[in-house]
């Protein structure tokens, strides 16, 4: 009997161990979701692209691929098993909440047969998160009741921090025998910085748009309603594992330094600042997530630097002026590094091309390392698993009882808001907009606002290239949110002044952030306080609130007069498209 290894649109990885030993590959380009919501034209551009570029290197590597495109799933295992239904069909577990067992009863159902295999395109195991979990709840990490409740409370809870810990005991990555390398496992206080005003980001790697590209983007065009730009002027993804490879070769040179104390920072006009803008290829499976993580690892063993130590300054001229730290400069070993690939899009895919003179590369301080790799080993797994546990209830948790609609500014970005319009605008113009924009602007105002968790759920993954429900659910619904409080005790709900603080918009906003009450003052700010007074019975039990409700406690009545009043007008403006 023929093997046939089915791979899903974001199982796109040439080097898969689930390639081994099979007679076909089966790939199914499935139209028929894009039909029913108005997807950003570049996160379909980028998948379907993907997806034919995967194909077509699979061929040159000499592998049989049958490559259909249809309606649905089911139509294409129709046509697929028409006349081979003895087929043996394998597949990597998909990320989403049983689409596994779904796809094998379409399977099934057709006479063919499904065998789901672990999906090695996470780093950890379902098991690892087992052994995690149990050691620390005594039974196993979970019990039968379903872990998200109807009414959004959890059954259990987890934290992001406590199994950063572990993954970097167990896998070693950052690791000087027990303890962590410098000391310290978290350096986040050093990565809250914003950059001085003659800053310039680095440059984003761009990866023009080849012809199959441009003749999917035309496609999509045509065949599907969209939403954002529908030009490819903005898009420059990488769509090939080589690019991908060339995209993380250009994050490690260029733009790791500075990662770390710009992390949080908002600046009017920069989408980008020093981001990876890794994950829609990771996310894909374009990259496997060690490769970003060994990356980085190995940059800071070449071009380490003490923690905090990037200087704006040295920026300017290529960074030549930081030194390493002296014991790390010693060390061997390359980066993987393609010399300009990223930049003029050749094909870094022949892989160990040698690192080239690290010396002449900034240095890469030990907040920024550590920063990404806990981004990628702590939140990415993390969040995979606490989805894996506490789906279904997670897609629909709404412990504060939220019902409100999302704004139209969401949608056409059209607020004097300029926290809210920059962050929108990114989301329109690039289907991509950075974490602090995603978590505190634009989830942070739809929490306070009131918004239905599932409706912000739902634009999230309309409208970001790299999203997908496993990885927007646990973000958008339970950290974004507050649906539930599987990953939180606390809401990420924040005033203007956490804005104020991260950028400079609030200083050429026409609301004034200092102001919580009256005509033009900020919006964030009434929104706030009504959202505390309104969820105090939920809220104020958590433990982690007491500072911010010592704060309610202190203001009389007259001032939450004037603080509904604002409340209520800035969601009459917002709900009428005028804020
Ligand atoms: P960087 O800042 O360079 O981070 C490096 C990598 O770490 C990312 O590429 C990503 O792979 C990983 N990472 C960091 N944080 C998270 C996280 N919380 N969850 C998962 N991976 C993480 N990430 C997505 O991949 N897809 C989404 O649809 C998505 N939606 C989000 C929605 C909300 C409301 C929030 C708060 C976060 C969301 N994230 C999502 C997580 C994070 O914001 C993005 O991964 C990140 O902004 C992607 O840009 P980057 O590659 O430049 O990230």
Known sequence: DRTVLWLLGDQLNP??????????VLLIEAHGFADRKPYHAHKLTLVFSAMRHFRDELRERGRDVTYLEAESFGEGLDEFLADRSEADLRLMRPASHGAGERLRELVVERGGSLELLENELFWTTPADWREWAGERDGEGGGGSEPLVAEDGT?????????????????????????????????????????????????????????????????????RFETWGDDSLDGFAWPVTRGEARAALDAFVRDRLPSFGRYEDAMTTGEPFLSHSLLSPAINLGLL??????????????????EPGAYDPDD????????????????GGGGTDAAESGAADGADASDGDTDAGDDADRPPVPLNAAEGVIRQLIGWREFMRHVYREAMPGLATANQLDQS???????????????????????VREYGYAHHIERLMVLSNFALIYGVDPGELNEWFHLGFVDAYHWVTTPNVVAMGSFGTDVLSSKPYASSGNYVNRMSDHCASCPYTVSRTTGEGACPFNALYWDFLKENEETLRGTGRMGLMYSHVDNKDDAEWAEIRERAETVRELAASGEL
Request: glycine share 8%.
């Open 288 to 305: 496997d997530p060690h490769e970003p993580v060994r990356a980085v690892e190995e940059a800071y063993e070449t071009r380490g630097a």
């Open 404 to 426: 409100r609609e999302l704004p139209p500014a969401y949608w056409d970005g059209d607020t004097d808001m300029l926290c809210l319009s920059e962050a929108v605008g990114h």
């Open 154 to 222: 959890a059954e259990r809870s987890y934290r992001q921090e406590g199994w950063y810990r572990h993954v970097r005991r167990e896998t070693g990555v950052l690791m000087d025998g027990d303890e962590p390398v410098g000391g310290e496992w978290n350096y986040d206080d050093l990565n809250q910085e914003t950059p001085p005003d003659d800053w310039e980001p680095p440059e984003r790697p761009r990866f023009e748009p080849d012809g199959l590209t441009r003749e999917t983007h035309a496609w999509v065009r045509d």
């Open 315 to 330: 920026a300017a001229d290529g960074g030549s002026g930081a030194t390493t730290l002296d014991a790390f400069s010693a």
């Open 15 to 24: 080097d898969l161990d689930a390639l081994d030993d099979v007679d076909e």
